[in-house]
C-alpha cells in the first residue's frame, strides 16, 4: 500500500513540476507582452505657414519710422565730451567729431569718431539698431582705448525725447562687470545730449557726458 502512496506521489510532483514549466514559459510569457502593448500613433507635424512666415520675415526686415528717424542724424556733428574717472574726481574735457551714416539698406545707423584724448589718437565706432520684432534699441560701441565691446538694450520714450539703454562692461581696475547706463536726448533737430553712467544703486556715478551739435 505505501509503495501505491508513493507512486502516486511521485506523479503528482512531476505533474506539478511541469504546470509550473508550462506557466514559466519565456515564449508565451513574451507573446502575452507582444500583444498588450500599443504601439503610440505619430501624429504628422503641422506644415508651416509660408504665406504667415514671409509676411513676418518682410515686417521684421523693413526699415520703420524708427529707423527714419535715426536716418534724420546723418551727417557730421561737434562733440564737447566730458569724461569723470571716478565718484568726485574732477571732468577732463576734450573734442571730437562724429560722422553718422546709415547703412546696409537704411536699418542700421553707424557712427564714428574721431579726435585726441590724452595726448592721444581717439577713434571710436558705434552701430545704432532698432529691432522691429523685439520693439528695442540695441547699441553696440568698440574704440582703441580698450579691448572690449559694449552692448546696451533700451527703449525710446516720445514724452521725453530720450533713449534709455542699460548694459554691463569689464571693469578694468577688477576684472568683474559693472552696470552700464546711458541716456540719450534729442534736445532740438541740431543738438544730442549723451550721458553716461557707471555702476549701480547709491555707487553709480556719472562717466561721461557729450554735447553734440550739427556742423
Known sequence: MKKIYLSLAVVALV???CKKEEK???EAENETM??????????????????????AWGKYMTPSDTHKMLAEEVGTWNNEMKFWMGPGAPAQEVSSTCEIKMILGGRYQEAKYSGEMWGEPFN???????????????????????????????KHDEG???????????DPMTGKMMPVREVYTIVDENTRKMEMFYGSGDNEYKSMEIIMTRA
Do not use: R
Open 15 to 17: 505533474f506539478a513540476s
Open 24 to 26: 514559466m514559459d519565456p
Open 34 to 55: 507582444t500583444d498588450t502593448i500599443v504601439e503610440e500613433e505619430v501624429m504628422p507635424e503641422e506644415p508651416m505657414d509660408s504665406i504667415a512666415m514671409q509676411e
Open 124 to 154: 571710436g565706432k558705434s552701430t545704432l539698431a532698432y529691432d522691429n520684432a523685439a520693439e528695442e534699441f540695441i547699441s553696440t560701441w568698440i574704440d582703441n582705448m580698450g579691448t572690449g565691446m559694449l552692448v546696451l538694450k533700451g
Open 160 to 170: 521725453t525725447n530720450t533713449t534709455k539703454m542699460t548694459g554691463e562692461m569689464v
